[in-house]
């Protein structure tokens, strides 16, 4: 029988691994992929909390939510990054160092 | 909750938001006509819409209650930083303009003001927010917002850098906050902030108190990032540079006046206990020693950092890090004082912040340069833009009789009444304003004593920017004559809405 626990396993295994992606890609749309793997595995921890645990529907309505931010979000980086790419030729983001200091 | 006089009734206190609403609406569809005067019209219309909601605001700090079913709320603090918030905008629509900005300089305007205002409208909406779902909402649209602000000049290659580094930072740190809010969720099985507050003191039965730390600790990212506290400062120096300076002078203001609204709502409403005071529900860490460390962290870094900057919206980065650790100050007192003393220093810090940013701006309209080895020799050539310059540094500093002081003296006071354990804190923070004198006393040694390499011209201000360097100016100083009424309006703002009585 499936459980709470396992969707939080799983939930817990895709933050992981998004933070992992974000953290090592150089590329900028595998930290974009990254960052819609940690955002999703927040949905998966709200609606399942939702099914298993409080039984109201608060939770699944905050994840439709949050899925229109993601889409948002990501929507707004690929601008940016498709501008990075046209002004540099790359989409690496350790060729992204005019600012330091 | 939702029956139709309650949305009605919800209606009639969202009214600023919904000003805000409608003017990014008509701004957009001015805009959309082509014609030759909708740069002018969606000025006006930026302003109007910022007026109103701005009296709007004010005229409902009386009010006390939760609106559309608990999902926001409408309480004097929400209105106080209603008001800091739109007059912030207001501000920047005014003093820094498409004429005085050269960065800004013939680029379209009316999607500029568009997003000013879908960044004031969430700011707002993050202010009052009292559920989990419209505070997660409310802050990634300030973020989102803001990340296209930032890279406004589009063809500019440290514009779009500086925005590329503010997307990858606000999404992991957001993104960490919101696995927070879900395991929150799942502990309490509620969104709405006073519910979890009751939840979490009603106790639950296999909590591990380990996880409720986790919690908090994942949802302050969200806060240190809108912040810019370390460590969720990296992003900061990098945005403040890249982007256009009246959006920085935006962003170093407004934002991070909501993120501490916001803080203090969810700590003070979400966390504390009715009975034993506050944040003993966050679990076993010791919350004002894990404040304590990341204001004192704040301060230092940014303090220490700002010392050896060059260019001066990196220095005014570096410092607005440094300050934001003085307005946790504020938070770690956890008194009534301490929160005063965070709405006074909040206050204080817009007219400084922006009358610098302003000089800064104006400097750059006429040299070109944000480079402080090319500031010689501006005391001879504008002693007027040299003074006021002077002003807004040393308020920033700290020194009487400025308003920056005033900030200050509310923040130690609440610090130091604390008792004697809480004295090292408050030298930490004076040492550190002894640090920041040094690098604010720099810019003005070099605009006044330093000698010019080569003559430039006169510098020729035009009426509207002295008119509102003037208006900054007094800003910093006019404050003290009415003195009671702004302290007034501060205490009067202390109350908050803690959702209705379990």
């Excluded at chain 2, 005014?94 to 379209?108: D, I, K, P, Q, V």
């Excluded at chain 2, 460390?293 to 700002?306: D, E, Q, Y």
């Excluded at chain 2, 990196?314 to 929160?339: D, E, K």
């Excluded at chain 2, 810090?349 to 020799?377: K, S």
Aim: some cysteine; glycine content about 8%; proline content about 4%.
């Amino acid at each position: 029988m499936i459980g709470l626990q396992h969707y939080l396993i799983v939930s817990a295994a895709l933050f992981s691994l998004g933070m992992l992606g974000i953290l090592t890609r150089r590329n900028a749309v595998n930290v974009l992929m990254g960052v819609e793997l940690v955002l999703n595995s927040a949905n998966l921890n709200l609606v399942a909390f939702s099914r298993f645990g409080s039984g109201n529907l608060q939770g699944q309505l905050f994840a439709v939510f949050v899925i229109v931010i993601a889409a948002a979000e990501v929507a707004v980086a690929l601008a940016i990054v498709l501008t990075l790419y046209r002004l540099r030729r790359t989409s690496n983001l350790d060729e992204a160092d005019i600012l330091r200091g | 909750m939702g029956s139709v006089p309650d949305v009605l009734t919800s209606m009639k206190r969202f009214e600023p938001a919904l000003i805000l609403t409608g003017a990014i609406l008509l701004v957009v569809l001015v805009d959309a006509t082509g014609a030759r005067w909708r740069d002018v019209a969606g000025r006006i219309l930026t302003v109007g819409g910022l007026l109103l909601a701005l009296v709007r605001s004010v005229e409902l700090r009386g009010v006390s209650a939760e609106i559309f079913g608990g999902m926001a709320i409408v309480d004097p603090l929400g209105s106080f930083f209603q008001a800091l918030l739109i007059a912030a905008s207001l501000l920047i629509v005014l003093a820094f303009t498409f004429r005085n900005s050269r960065e800004l300089h013939g680029l379209g305007q009316g999607e500029f003001y568009a997003l000013l205002l879908a960044v004031t409208l969430s700011n707002v909406l993050l202010a009052t927010a009292n559920d989990l779902a419209m505070l997660y909402l409310a802050l990634e649209m300030v973020s989102i917002t803001s990340y296209v602000m930032v890279a406004y000049m589009k063809g500019d290659r440290m514009s779009n850098e500086a925005s590329l580094k503010y997307i990858l930072f606000g999404a992991v740190s957001t993104g960490a906050m919101l696995y927070g809010l879900s395991l929150l969720y799942g502990l309490t099985g509620t969104t709405s902030v006073p519910a979890i507050r009751n939840a979490l003191a009603a106790g639950i039965a296999d909590a591990n108190p380990l996880a409720i730390s986790t919690i908090a600790l994942l949802v302050f990212s969200g806060f240190g990032f809108k912040t810019a506290t370390v460590p969720f400062h990296f992003w900061c120096p990098d945005v403040y540079q890249g982007a256009p300076t009246p959006v920085t002078a935006f962003l170093s203001v407004a934002p991070k006046a909501a993120g501490f609204a916001i803080m203090t709502r969810f700590f003070y409403t979400g966390l504390a206990a009715p009975r034993t005071g506050p944040w003993d529900l966050a679990g076993t860490i010791d919350w004002v020693h894990v404040l304590m460390v990341i204001s004192v962290l704040s301060m230092t870094v940014g303090n220490v950092a700002a010392l050896t900057q060059t260019n001066m919206k990196r220095l005014l980065a570096y410092s607005s890090i440094a300050h934001a650790g003085y307005i946790m100050m504020g938070v770690v007192a956890l008194s009534q004082n301490g929160a005063r003393a965070l709405m006074i220093y909040l206050l204080a810090y817009l007219v400084m912040n922006l009358g610098a940013f302003l000089v800064v701006t104006l400097i750059h309209l006429h040299d070109g340069t944000f480079d402080l080895r090319d500031y010689p020799g501006l005391y001879r050539r504008s002693p007027f833009l040299t003074l006021a310059m002077a002003v807004f540094l040393l308020s920033l500093m700290g020194i009487p009789p400025l308003v920056g002081f005033m900030g200050k003296l509310y923040v130690f006071a609440a610090i130091v009444e604390r008792g004697r354990s809480y004295f090292w804190y408050a030298a930490v923070g004076a040492v550190n304003a002894a640090i920041a004198a040094y690098y604010y006393a720099r810019v003005l040694k070099t605009m006044i004593i330093d000698n010019p390499a080569a003559e430039k011209p006169p510098f020729r201000l035009a009426l509207a920017d002295a008119t509102w360097v003037w208006i900054l100016l007094l800003g910093n100083v006019l404050p003290l004559l009415w003195w009671a009424r702004i302290d007034g309006w501060a205490r009067s703002s202390l109350s908050l809405y803690a959702g209705p009585p379990s």
